[in-house]
Every structure is written in C-alpha cells, then in structure tokens.
C-alpha cells in the first residue's frame, strides 16, 4: 500500500520549492506571537487558550493543510509530470495513499510541533492547552490533508477552493453559523482536546462520538474517491 | 512481439470529435503517427497509452485492456509531449526513481542512461537541461524496463538537428530489436526518414495506412498549384503550356497573376526560370498556392 519511491518524489516536491519557505513562515510567526504575548502580558490560560484556538487551530494549521494536501498531488497534475507515476505497474490508490502518509506528515510536522512550542511559550501546558491543542493539531492533520489531496486530485484550482474552506468556511461560518460547526473539521478535533484537556477552556459543539466518527468517515471516505478519481485521470492532450 | 489493436475508437470531448472511428494495427518496427496540428494525434496516443478512455471502441495491447489496467504498463514505455518532469530532480534521480516505480534498481537506470548517452549530464538537475537533454531523459525512464511497445507523442519537437539524428538513430535500433515503437509527428519529413510503416489522422479520421512510399508517391504525384506574376504574363502562359509538366494554366484579371498546374514537380521547377530567361520575361511572384500541410492532407483523403 505504501511506496517508498512515490514518497521520495512528494517530500521533495513539497519541501523543495517556495512551498517550504510558506510551511516554514506560519509556524514561525505562531511562535513570535506567543513569545511576544507571554514577554508583554506575562503567562495567561484564557489568553493562551485564545491564541491557539484562534491561530493555531483555526488558521495555521488548515492553511498548513492545504499547502501540503493540494501541494503532494495536485502541481503534478497540473505539469503532467504525473504521467511518470501513472504509467507504472502501481495500483492508483497506492499512490494516493502514500501521498496521503506523506501530506499528514508534513502537516504534523508543520503544524502540531509549532503548536505545542507555541503553548509551553503562552503558559508553560498550564490545564494541558498546550498538550491539548497539539492533539487537536495533530488530529486535524489526518483529515485536512485526505480532505486537500482529494480537492488537488480533482481539482485545478485546490488550492484557492481549500483556502476558501478553511478561512471561509471554518474560520467565518464556523463562528457565524452554528450548523457549520457541526461540519468543521476544527470542531472534531476540538472535541478530541476537550477529552485531553478536561478543563473548560477548550471546548467544542460537537460530541467527541459524533466527532470520531465524521474525523473517520471524512478520511477515508476522501482518500477512497481520491483513489477512484485517480484511475479515471484523464491527461488532456496540447490540442 | 507486442501488438497494439485500435478498434473503432472515437473519442469526443462536449460536441466535439476529436477522433472519429479509427481502426488500425501497430505492430512490431517503427510506425509513424502523421497528421497535421489538432488532428487528434495527441488523443489518440493518449488513449494508446491508457490515460484516456475512448468513448467508444477498443484499445488492447496483445488482447488486454489498456484503459484502467495498470499491468499493461510492464510493457508499455511513453515518452509524453509535456515537459513536466520533477525539474528538481538531477537526470539519474529521475531515471533512478522511474526504475524503482517498475520494481527495478539503480541498475537498470544506469543502462538506460548509457543507452541515451546521458550519462555526463546526470547529476545536473533536470531543470538545467536543454530541450534535447530532456528528451533524452524521458526517453531513458520510458526503456528502464525494456518495455516492447514505445509510444512517443512528437519526440523531435524543438530538438535541433544533430539531437534529432540521434534520436532517429536510436528509435530505428528500438525497432530493429522487434519492439513496436509508434511516434506522432506533424512534419512528414520526419515520419519519412524513420517510419517503416505509417498512419495518417486528419481531422480526426484515419486518412491512410501503409507504406510510406506509396503514401508520398500520392503526396508528391498530385498536381501543384502556383500563383505566378511577370512581366508578360500571356507569353509565359503559352511557353509553359507547350511543356508536359504544365497540366492547365488559367489567368486570374482580378489577381493579375497566373494560375499555373504542374503535374511534374521536379521538371516545372527548373522549367519556369529556364523558359522566363529564354523569352525575355521577368518573374515578379512565384508563389505555391497549396503546399500547406494541410492542403497535402486533404489532397490525401480525397485520393
């Protein structure tokens, strides 16, 4: 199910172009906030809470997932050098599952890791928000990247649909429509910190069964059409 | 000896038909694949290689499937027209990787560079390659696995002379080792200097299938129309029309030129200047009226 090869060329499609220098710039901007907010204000949970919820969960790590979701299948489509793994003896979903390995990992990576720093910095894991919003982070990742790579699998312009949902959809609905949250893949992962943390400082509107399952059925569910949609690719021709 | 059926294959995109019912055999040696720009050369080397699902029709190789059969890539090599290729990589990283996809080494990469004679340029990346390097680069990862059907869509496109000799050179070996290799190009002389065997696609429809030879013979055996300006018109007209290679001469007022037919390419071209000069008259406009490409074309599919 896993290529090592197919993984090769995605790692370094990814963090080989001008994508790494934007993987790179939001982490490090999370952490120059929370190291300028915990010199001015000193050490605060509310504050702390706020600033990863409502930076790290809420924008930094969708954005995160949608550089490297679109960014592991769809440039390739778009250049055709796709043609390269295509037309090789692998099973379509195979490639898509290795990819889908390889954007979680960049995602985590890029997204969790700079989450906790970010928490130990505000408040030093004061009520486990730094553990807790890590976990969100790093559940996020599994379903942000299957949800971008499936839109870079069928679409040409993923990466403008996969920031329209995550600052649109997630950040602006979520907060403005209360159905919306029920379909928010920050709201799931949400429900999950709100196991860890125990406290009240973070919570979420979903249940943490109802959030399981979506989490599962939205992974697998992308990453099965991403498969499918692979193996009807059609490669269009210059004329 | 791998043999490619195409078998009533259309394909239409929206309302349009971009290949119309072709049937055709490719079979072991060179084929060339001959069509003017946008006769659907491209489409039909796409649904060759599985990467595009006829709307109606067959294509199998040696009785499989080629559309959603992943298997048939074991024997399929394809050297696409799109440039994009993992410029970050270096050339052997690139040949390296496409030999490991078919569960090859770095063996077999190190081979098919040297048989591309790539190899001093393979640890540059492949962004710093020519045209030509490139070429040569994707023709090494579509043979790392000695595939015995090759499908290369325009493979001389922008490469200069002497890469293209070498190319030639190499596909002509690929097809003397009983592999069937088909290539789409739109320039005859190409397709002449290489192709054992070629199919003709105009308009989407298979024009003709053969032998070359006979194909140009029909090419070059039609009458060629020029257009012709002088200083004395009427004086030419009669002096041409007295020689055989001239099959019908009309005078245009409105164009204030000569219609001229010639049946004998190679005689009316020395013919016109020889008898300008012995009459006294100058030539103004010597213009051939048809040699567009895509005039020969569909002098072809009337033929």
Same mark, same amino acid.
């Given at each position: 199910?896993?290529?090592?090869?197919?993984?090769?060329?995605?790692?370094?499609?990814?963090?080989?172009?001008?994508?790494?220098?934007?993987?790179?710039?939001?982490?490090?901007?999370?952490?120059?906030?929370?190291?300028?907010?915990?010199?001015?204000?000193?050490?605060?949970?509310?504050?702390?809470?706020?600033?990863?919820?409502?930076?790290?969960?809420?924008?930094?790590?969708?954005?995160?997932?949608?550089?490297?979701?679109?960014?592991?299948?769809?440039?390739?489509?778009?250049?055709?050098?796709?043609?390269?793994?295509?037309?090789?003896?692998?099973?379509?979903?195979?490639?898509?599952?290795?990819?889908?390995?390889?954007a979680i990992a960049v995602t985590m990576v890029f997204s969790a890791v700079p989450t906790l720093i970010a928490g130990f910095v505000l408040n030093g894991?004061?009520?486990?928000?730094?553990?807790?919003?890590?976990?969100?982070?790093?559940?996020?990742?599994?379903?942000?990247?299957?949800?971008?790579?499936?839109?870079?699998?069928?679409?040409?312009?993923?990466?403008?649909?996969?920031?329209?949902?995550?600052?649109?959809?997630?950040?602006?609905?979520?907060?403005?429509?209360?159905?919306?949250?029920?379909?928010?893949?920050?709201?799931?992962?949400?429900?999950?910190?709100?196991?860890?943390?125990?406290?009240?400082?973070?919570?979420?509107?979903?249940?943490?069964?109802?959030?399981?399952?979506?989490l599962v059925v939205v992974t697998v569910l992308a990453t099965w059409y991403a498969g499918q949609k692979l193996r009807t690719l059609t490669l269009a021709?210059?004329? | 000896?791998?043999?490619?059926?195409?078998?009533?294959?259309?394909?239409?995109?929206?309302?349009?038909?971009?290949?119309?019912?072709?049937?055709?055999?490719?079979?072991?040696?060179?084929?060339?694949? #001959?069509?003017?720009?946008?006769?659907?050369?491209?489409?039909?080397?796409?649904?060759?290689?599985?990467?595009?699902?006829?709307?109606?029709?067959?294509?199998?190789?040696?009785?499989?499937?080629?559309?959603?059969?992943?298997?048939?890539?074991?024997?399929?090599?394809?050297?696409?027209?799109?440039?994009?290729?993992?410029?970050?990589?270096?050339?052997?990283?690139?040949?390296?990787?496409?030999?490991?996809?078919?569960?090859?080494?770095?063996?077999?990469?190190?081979?098919?560079?040297?048989?591309?004679?790539?190899?001093?340029?393979?640890?540059?990346?492949?962004?710093?390659?020519?045209?030509?390097?490139?070429?040569?680069?994707?023709?090494?990862?579509?043979?790392?696995?000695?595939?015995?059907?090759?499908?290369?869509?325009?493979?001389?496109?922008?490469?200069?002379? %002497?890469? %293209?000799?070498?190319?030639?050179? #190499?596909?002509?070996?690929?097809?003397?080792?009983?592999?069937?290799?088909?290539?789409?190009?739109?320039? #005859?002389?190409?397709?002449?200097?290489?192709?054992?065997?070629?199919?003709?696609?105009?308009?989407?429809?298979?024009?003709?299938?053969?032998?070359? %030879?006979?194909?140009? %013979? #029909?090419?070059?055996?039609?009458?060629?129309?020029? @257009?012709?300006?002088?200083?004395?018109?009427?004086?030419?007209?009669?002096?041409?029309?007295?020689?055989?290679?001239?099959?019908?001469?009309?005078?245009?007022?409105?164009?204030?030129?000569?219609?001229?037919?010639?049946?004998?390419?190679?005689?009316?071209?020395?013919?016109?200047?020889?008898?300008?000069?012995?009459?006294?008259?100058? @030539?103004?406009?010597?213009?051939?009226?048809?040699?567009? @490409?895509?005039?020969?074309?569909?002098?072809?599919?009337?033929?």
């Amino acid at each position: 199910m896993y290529d090592p090869t197919v993984a090769r060329l995605t790692y370094r499609a990814l963090l080989g172009r001008r994508r790494a220098l934007i993987l790179g710039a939001l982490p490090l901007l999370l952490i120059a906030i929370s190291v300028a907010v915990r010199v001015l204000a000193g050490a605060d949970d509310q504050t702390a809470a706020d600033i990863l919820g409502g930076l790290a969960l809420a924008t930094m790590v969708p954005i995160i997932g949608v550089i490297a979701g679109t960014g592991a299948m769809g440039p390739e489509i778009d250049d055709g050098s796709v043609v390269y793994l295509l037309s090789k003896p692998i099973k379509r979903p195979t490639i898509i599952y290795t990819k889908l390995i390889v954007a979680i990992a960049v995602t985590m990576v890029f997204s969790a890791v700079p989450t906790l720093i970010a928490g130990f910095v505000l408040n030093g894991n004061g009520q486990q928000i730094a553990v807790a919003y890590t976990v969100a982070a790093l559940v996020a990742s599994i379903a942000y990247a299957a949800l971008f790579l499936l839109l870079g699998t069928v679409s040409r312009h993923a990466v403008v649909f996969g920031l329209v949902y995550a600052l649109v959809w997630e950040a602006l609905f979520g907060s403005l429509v209360p159905g919306a949250r029920t379909l928010s893949v920050q709201q799931w992962s949400l429900a999950v910190a709100q196991k860890v943390s125990g406290g009240d400082l973070v919570t979420s509107d979903v249940g943490l069964t109802t959030a399981t399952v979506l989490l599962v059925v939205v992974t697998v569910l992308a990453t099965w059409y991403a498969g499918q949609k692979l193996r009807t690719l059609t490669l269009a021709g210059e004329e | 000896m791998t043999t490619l059926s195409i078998d009533h294959v259309s394909r239409w995109f929206g309302n349009v038909v971009a290949v119309n019912d072709i049937t055709m055999t490719v079979g072991p040696g060179v084929t060339g694949l #001959l069509g003017p720009n946008g006769a659907g050369k491209s489409t039909l080397i796409n649904m060759m290689g599985g990467f595009l699902a006829p709307s109606t029709g067959t294509v199998t190789l040696d009785g499989q499937t080629v559309w959603r059969n992943e298997k048939v890539y074991r024997q399929i090599g394809i050297v696409p027209e799109r440039e994009g290729m993992y410029d970050f990589l270096t050339g052997r990283e690139f040949v390296v990787a496409n030999a490991e996809l078919h569960g090859l080494g770095a063996k077999a990469a190190q081979q098919a560079l040297a048989t591309v004679e790539m190899e001093y340029a393979q640890d540059r990346k492949i962004a710093t390659y020519s045209k030509g390097m490139r070429q040569r680069v994707k023709m090494a990862s579509a043979l790392v696995h000695e595939p015995s059907l090759l499908l290369l869509d325009e493979p001389f496109n922008g490469m200069d002379p %002497r890469q %293209r000799m070498q190319l030639m050179d #190499l596909l002509r070996r690929m097809g003397d080792e009983g592999r069937t290799v088909l290539f789409s190009s739109h320039i #005859l002389e190409e397709v002449e200097q290489l192709a054992w065997h070629i199919e003709v696609v105009v308009a989407g429809r298979h024009a003709a299938s053969g032998d070359f %030879r006979k194909i140009r %013979r #029909l090419m070059t055996d039609r009458p060629h129309r020029y @257009l012709v300006r002088s200083s004395d018109d009427r004086a030419l007209a009669a002096a041409l029309i007295a020689d055989p290679s001239t099959s019908g001469i009309e005078v245009d007022h409105g164009e204030g030129a000569l219609r001229i037919q010639a049946v004998d390419f190679a005689r009316f071209t020395s013919l016109l200047p020889r008898v300008a000069k012995e009459h006294g008259i100058r @030539l103004l406009t010597v213009s051939p009226s048809d040699e567009s @490409l895509e005039s020969v074309f569909s002098y072809l599919v009337a033929a």
